[in-house]
């Protein structure tokens, strides 16, 4: 019952900071001296030149779609309505392709890419955080410091380091994109087996940086856990080293639950600018070209996205949390 | 200030910041090319002491002239920001942890809604619309984005200070409220906001190059970041020109590498409990020692700027936990 | 009949960061004898929590024991090495009651938990339940309520988890029990319930000795049998509560005891007129009427 009260209050908590974010997602750009928004698109239908049609074209569907004539809050409560119908525009600098359909080619890449990236980072991280810790010597004083390193470098930098060093000159591995030439995506083991070679480097590149990050904090908890009273007492008890390991495990974990929802905004984050490297087609690439272009709706949709994506991580991880720390719940119920 | 043991970490970590920040102050004046001046052709390999060391990058400028400005770019950016931020930050985390009622309520309500949503997205919605991005703009909007993480931290350490008795002390003998805020509540904080500058310093360093390579950094000045985009753009990758993008990454890396290093000897300063050293005696076994203390480690920098706040402090109970 | 515990030429040294010695205990030896409270008394840094520890074989660095021996019921350990003690002594045959229950079980864990890995620890074969039935049964039998196994830690109050880690302490009926500071962190009915519980123990034989280590002079008075006290490291004087209490010895045995506060009468009826109510709100000092 007290779990129940706990989920609730956290999906309506992260309804209300996902308006928030809607808000800011639209008034942001708007905000900014000049209104690039509006004045991009009043300067579409002033400019004419060569394609004064098509960009007549965009300026009134985007009239339509969004209602530029209305004041404000009005076309706050547009946008408002049609993300929730899932309409996410029509691409400026793509006309008349739709942000989804974008969106929608773009977007399993990048999956594909940061989904195990972030698993697998997790799960390795931790354990060679916690190994760290208890073995302590060398092996510690190794791992942390490789660790260290390796969470300090910038996931691009990895990245440019690594296509230089195993693509371009090693050979190793394709040097860009996500599969060959003359290939098109489709669900079957040859084109499996082709992608997966342009898979690795931009794989790697993610998750050696965040296994660091992970380990570092891991062994920080682990160590700082080893001195707690309980560890005293249950030594004191009798009890075997492997229990009180798994009492600490227990309780370092709980602070890397915690970051592990910011852990992923950096990751995400870092995520995007490597695929620029290696020109891999997925969300980064795409709003690096809509930068370029200008394309509002595009980059709109693009943060918008990320946005629910680390929303749904934040509550995902609180879930988690809430279902591990039993303070946790008795808190936020009122129990003492 | 009571003495301090620093471990080997942290003179590392020192010594190659003050190598840095030599570079990038007295370095533009020792290479003395204007890093926007042709000096050869394109991808031109490096040659000789002088201003093409380290060869020339894709509009035949000199590799060395831009990367001591930029370094020196970035170094500025990374400080405004990381100045503000911390300001900002230790400014909300103290009046709302120290005033308590309503005025803490918005403030945590606040921060914890921009804590959710992700510091790259909000800088990148607000440098897209910017048509003049200049270093100061860019580090403003950067610093104004990074404060939240901070802020809860201060918060949760103010109010588990606020109910200490100098505190009542001060406050009966009549002390105003801001004396005692500058007197009796920050020397216990100085501590955590050192290490938590560092970090700032550090993220905002590391956002300003990944905003660049979107290609949302500063418009008129080379900036570490802006160095690597070029890189990219113009394939110095695929040609193999390493001369255009090591320099730049190596940077990047020791900038960001030293700093975390900093931050997390000076972890270890401030928290004896994360220390693991040997006992020197006459005996032959060296087993690790730890001692109890009060807090728990200091956050974690992720390498894209973004900083992962304080772990263990999880504000289960309205007052921060007592 | 031979002693319950005889620790020999005890000395425990910790060394700084700098590698300097500070010296805990300085070549100390004590005896108990079976169904005895010795209660170890002296100010903060004499060494008494220190003695403790390197009794219940807890001590870690930086404490250091250089040398001693541990005798219980004729088995003797030499504490120098205090890795090749056998692990399943902590516990069933000496036991510690930490100061300040607070954090000495997990909060991530309930208390039947623990138990049962206690239970297991000492004994591979013992089932969940057999395990929660003893411990449910020592509660009842103590006045505990049983449904405490089910609780976290963070849902108990401060006497009640200071007694359940008593039980936990106890419930491989250790030989000797030392318990460190344990009334210190509680309310005075909270002290009486626990000392009582203690002496019940002892009464029923669950444990055969008690070590009480006390800054709380008046307390040692109520529940100990022999009394140890501790200056810099050294026992200055020992021997039964009453003649420790009426006819102490040592200068500073008097000393100890003449620093314990008992208001006198007349001063004990004085009431301060005046003073109003603080408000923290408005930062004024409040004003004091004589």
Redesign the interface.
Known sequence: MQLARYFLGKIGW?L??FF??LL??FV?????????VDALVAQMTRGGGASGDAVKAIYENYMKEFGLDQPYWKQFLTYVGNVLQGNLGTSFAQYPASVNSLIAQALPWSLAIQLPAIIVGWVVGNVLGALAAFR?GWF?RGVFLSA??L???????LA??L??VAA??GGFFP??GAYSFGLSPEFSLAFFGDAITYFWLPFWSIVL?FVG?QA??MR??A??E?????V?????????SN?TVR?IF??AM???I??LA??I??????A??VE??FSYPGLGTL??NA??QSD?PV??AI?LI??IV??LA?FLVDLMYGI?????R???SG?? | MRSVNFTPRFYVAATILIIILLFAIIGPFLVRTDPNATVGGLYDRPAGWGPLLLGTDNEGQSVLANLAYGTRTSLIVGLIAGTIATVIGLVVGIVAGFRGGLIDNLLTSATN?LL???????V???S????NRSIFTLAFVMGITSWP?LARAVRAQTTSVRTREHIDVAMMSGASFWSILLRDVLPYLLSYVVMAFVLQVSGAI?LE??LS????GPSNAVSLGIM?YW??QWGS??T?A?WA?VPP?VM??LI??S???LQ?SL?EVFNP??R?GKIKRKRGTEP?Y????AE??AP??????????P??I?D??KDGGR | MPNLLDAANIRGVYYTPAGEEVVGVDNVSIQMAEGEVLGLAGESGSGKSTLGSII???A?EPLVVEHGTLTIDGDAQDLSQMDKIP??????VV??L?Q?A????????KIRD?VV??MR??DGKVKKDEALDRARDRLVNLGLPPRALDA?P??LSGGMKQRV?TI??TL?NPRLLIADEPTSALDVSSQKALIEMLLEMLDKEIMSGVIFVTHDLPVLRTVATRIAVMYQGKVVESGPTATIVDDPEHPYTRALLSSVLTPEPKYAKIRIEGMRAFDRESFKAPEVKH
């Not at chain 1, 080893?226 to 309980?230: E, H, K, Q, R, T």
């Not at chain 1, 591990?324 to 946790?328: G, L, T």
Request: hydrophobic share 45%.
């Open positions: 992260y209300l900071v928030v974010a800011l997602n942001l750009p708007r905000l900014m001296p000049g209104n690039p302590g510690d260290l390193f969470s300090a470098i910038p996931p691009y930098c440019i380091v296509l230089f371009v000159n040097v860009g940086v990050g570092v904090g920080s908890m160590i700082y080893n001195g707690a009273d309980y005293n007492y249950g030594r004191g008890l009798g009890l075997k229990t009492y227990r309780n709980l602070p890397q915690t970051g910011l852990s905004g950096g990751m995400i984050a870092g995007l600018v620029l490297v709003l690096f930068i370029g509002y980059i709109q943060m990320l946005t680390m929303l934040n591990i720390d039993p303070r946790i008795a808190a936020q129990d003492r | 809604i959710c949503i992700p510091v790259i997205i909000i990148i919605l607000m897209v619309a910017l048509d993480w590391l190059s990944t390579m979107l290609g949302l690597l890189a990219i990758v695929r193999g390493w993008f990454t990047l890396t960001s590498f700093l975390l290093l997390s972890d409990r994360l693991r690790t730890e001692i109890p203390a728990g480690p974690q920098l992720t390498a894209t700027g973004v900083v992962e706040g772990a263990p999880q289960t109970r | 219940s074989l807890t870690r692990r399943t002594w902590r516990g069933s036991s510690m930490p300040g607070m954090n000495s079980v997990s909060p991530t864990m623990l890995d206690v620890a000492h976290y963070h849902q880690v936990i302490s491989l």
